[in-house]
């Protein structure tokens, strides 16, 4: 079965309050090009800028996540965009008359429902997913807080949470499929703490708060007067808390646990602004937006890099090396302490992944930045240069009769300091066929998963007299 990208046939608008605003506003989504994704466009200010909903535009996550981006932002865009991702969508373009996407009931189904009246369709372009292929963790250890991602063929979620609350202890959720996303997701709402919401309310917040479209949990004891004062500030004519429940107004609850659904609600939501379809399973212990947004952060870190093409060699540091350091002397006609390559581990016809332990006792310390200690960038590059001229001298039958001599540098780039304790490891590629003698090679050098430094080098292969 075909995974194309998909948008929505027609626009469609909903309109509400802003929960902390307390602003009316009008939310329209309409359907977009292929590779567009998810942009908000604020069409109440002058030149209606377009705020990318990428998580590299987070600006706030203290009540909501909020992004920002030319002069202009929205917030609280979690149950929207969860909504979208939720229902398999790419690409939208979100139009929005104020600075806050409406509460609604405080769910991400009236969104759901409307995106689905305007018919999801698909589009002549397959979806590019990220797979997740090794672990990857967040954690706060402080606040408890802790997230994994591990390989799967699906996108899936599972939250547990733990307030240690008399009235919401532990609960557990989970969707092993987007498929049953509108019917198990998306009617959980948002919910709050009593306590909370006193804080909230006297300090000028929740203004489009009301007690349907969240759930407000008591877990004390409340008296009749802050009852009485939340029910003015809620235009009810009463306010009660049936103690069995523990629920402010004796709210009916759509799913036993339904704060931690919701808490899954949002992750999706917040997940959604790395931009990039996932295929893997999510864990994540007390999720909040602020540390969903910085897992979200890291997620997007690795894509970007792997995508780059950019990433250290594997190698197992306990093999035995392809060329040992006695055999790498008979091929290159350096000597310590300017023989700067200790070992190769791989190599072939085009490319090759060579060694140098970095230590404090490197005779370049001494006058080099001597109280902070720093490897000269020209001896990385000349280190590279070693090991390309392995490679190229792989190339002769008798590399023992020949010699490399560098012609040509062209864009190095120094990215971080490499200091003693360090192991570089160099990845260098021929980019061309060798014409003459003459050979161009891609070089990097990385430190861990981390590049250091990378240049074009150009090389000529001369026989020795």
Do not use: W
Not at 360 to 389: C, D, K, R, S, T
């Amino acid at each position: 079965m075909s995974d194309k990208q998909k948008t929505i046939k027609k626009a469609v608008s909903i309109s509400g309050k802003g929960l902390h605003t307390g602003k009316e506003c009008k939310i329209t989504f309409n359907p977009a090009e292929v590779d567009f994704g998810y942009k908000f466009q604020r069409t109440d200010l002058e030149n209606k800028p377009i705020i990318n909903a990428i998580v590299e535009n987070v600006t706030d996550t203290s009540r909501g996540t909020t992004i920002s981006e030319n002069g202009a932002s929205v917030s609280t865009i979690e149950h929207a965009l969860s909504a979208i991702y939720g229902l398999g969508i790419d690409n939208v373009l979100i139009e929005i008359d104020g600075v806050e996407v409406p509460i609604l009931d405080g769910s991400s189904y009236p969104f759901a429902k409307l995106l689905i009246e305007a018919e999801i369709v698909e589009q002549d372009k397959d979806k590019e997913y990220f797979e997740i292929t090794s672990n990857i963790s967040y954690s706060k250890e402080a606040d408890g807080v802790e997230y994994l991602a591990v390989q799967d063929q699906n996108y899936s979620l599972n939250v547990l949470l733990d307030y240690k609350s008399t009235v919401l202890t532990s609960q557990y959720a989970s969707i092993n499929s987007m498929d049953s996303y509108f019917e198990n997701i998306s009617k959980s709402r948002t919910f709050v703490f009593l306590h909370e919401l006193e804080f909230l309310v006297k300090n000028g917040l929740v203004k489009g708060g009301d007690v349907n479209n969240a759930i407000v949990l008591v877990d004390n004891k409340v008296s009749k007067e802050t009852l009485d004062e939340l029910a003015v500030f809620f235009n009810q004519p009463k306010l009660e808390v049936v103690p069995e429940k523990g629920v402010l107004n004796n709210l009916e609850l759509n799913y036993a646990n339904e704060p931690a659904r919701h808490k899954l609600l949002d992750l999706i939501g917040d997940l959604a602004l790395i931009g990039v379809p996932l295929r893997g399973r999510i864990f994540a212990r007390k999720p909040g937006h602020a540390s969903n947004v910085e897992f979200a952060r890291k997620i997007k870190k690795i894509i970007k890099k792997e995508r780059s093409g950019v990433f250290a060699p594997k190698i197992d540091f306990n093999a035995e090396p392809f060329i040992d350091i006695n055999q790498i002397k008979k091929i290159l006609p350096h000597r310590p302490p300017f023989l700067l390559v200790d070992k190769v581990m791989k190599m072939d016809e085009t490319t090759v992944v060579a060694i140098k332990n970095v230590t404090m006792n490197e005779p370049f310390f001494v006058g080099h930045f001597p109280q902070e200690p720093v490897m000269p960038g020209v001896l990385i590059i000349e280190a590279m240069a070693q090991a390309g001229g392995i490679l190229v001298l792989n190339s002769v039958p008798d590399p023992e009769n020949y010699s490399t001599y560098f012609m040509k540098i062209d864009n190095a780039k120094f990215k971080r300091k490499v200091v003693p304790g360090d192991t570089l490891v160099f990845k260098l590629e021929i980019i061309g066929p060798i014409r003459r003698g003459i050979a161009m090679m891609k070089a990097q050098a990385f430190v861990g998963d981390n590049i250091v430094s990378e240049a074009e080098l150009m090389a000529q292969i001369s026989k020795n007299k």
